[in-house]
T-cell receptor, first 112, second 116 residues
Framework: DAKTTQPNSMESNEEEPVHLPCNHS???????IHWYRQLPSQGPEYVIH???SNVNNRMASLAIAEDRKSSTLILHRATLRDAAVYYC?????????????FGKGTKLSVIP | ETGVTQTPRHLVMGMTNKKSLKCEQH?????MYWYKQSAKKPLELMFV???????ENNSVPSRFSPECPNSSHLFLHLHTLQPEDSALYLC???????????????FGAGTRLSVL
């Protein structure tokens, strides 16, 4: 599986935007970019995914570089509830590709 | 509430005990997963069931034995575990289609297992 690289940790002030970067220089044309997050004492939770175009949903936005070698998860207004570990994952589009390969992710701290 | 329920939430067992972890999904999905999350390590995929058949077994020791009696239930049977097996065990489900990369996995809250 293609690998992703994320900063170990980031901090944000409450109610400010947060940009969480992810590098995936070996991404293949059939890999989708998925983001999950894991709040303390909970299982991971799906946030957003995309292939080539930028994506928006009620939780976040995903900005994908034109060459697809990097992406950025954008939380428009961080709240205390957004403090979590954020995982950037590449998922191959082949049938029967069940694997979600989690790395160490980025631990986001939100300061009141 | 994710639609995936795991019981128990916490479990303490001795190395000679036999116990089972249970997972139930209320989402109508056709695939279920067991993951292991050890302290300070990334999540590791253990087993995958698709349409109630095991399709992946990622070199997991035989002291872990999965069972998927139907598409809504998944068990992980544990016997003669070691202290290093202490971890958070997470269950997930998804609706797998031919366009696999779009499929989202929904996770339960996990069972925190301590082996003494």
């Amino acid at each position: 599986d293609a690998k992703t690289t994320q900063p170990n940790s980031m901090e944000s002030n409450e109610e400010e935007p947060v940009h969480l970067p992810c590098n995936h220089s070996t991404i293949s044309g059939t890999d989708y970019i998925h983001w999950y997050r894991q709040l303390p004492s909970q299982g991971p939770e799906y946030v957003i995914h995309g292939l080539t175009s930028n994506v928006n949903n009620r939780m976040a936005s995903l900005a994908i570089a034109e060459d697809r070698k990097s992406s950025t998860l954008i939380l428009h207004r961080a709240t205390l509830r957004d403090a979590a570990v954020y995982y950037c994952i590449l998922r191959n589009s082949g049938a029967g590709s069940y694997q979600l390969t989690f790395g160490k992710g980025t631990k986001l701290s939100v300061i009141p | 509430e994710t639609g995936v329920t795991q019981t128990p939430r916490h479990l303490v067992m001795g190395m000679t005990n036999k116990k089972s972890l249970k997972c139930e999904q209320h989402l109508g999905h056709n695939a279920m997963y067991w993951y292991k999350q050890s302290a300070k390590k990334p999540l590791e995929l253990m087993f995958v069931y698709s349409l109630e058949e095991r399709v992946e077994n990622n070199s997991v020791p035989s002291r872990f034995s999965p069972e998927c009696p139907n598409s809504s239930h998944l068990f992980l049977h544990l016997h003669t575990l070691q202290p290093e097996d202490s971890a958070l065990y997470l269950c997930a489900s998804s609706q797998e289609t031919q366009r696999g990369a779009k499929n989202i996995q929904y996770f339960g809250a996990g069972t925190r297992l301590s082996v003494l």
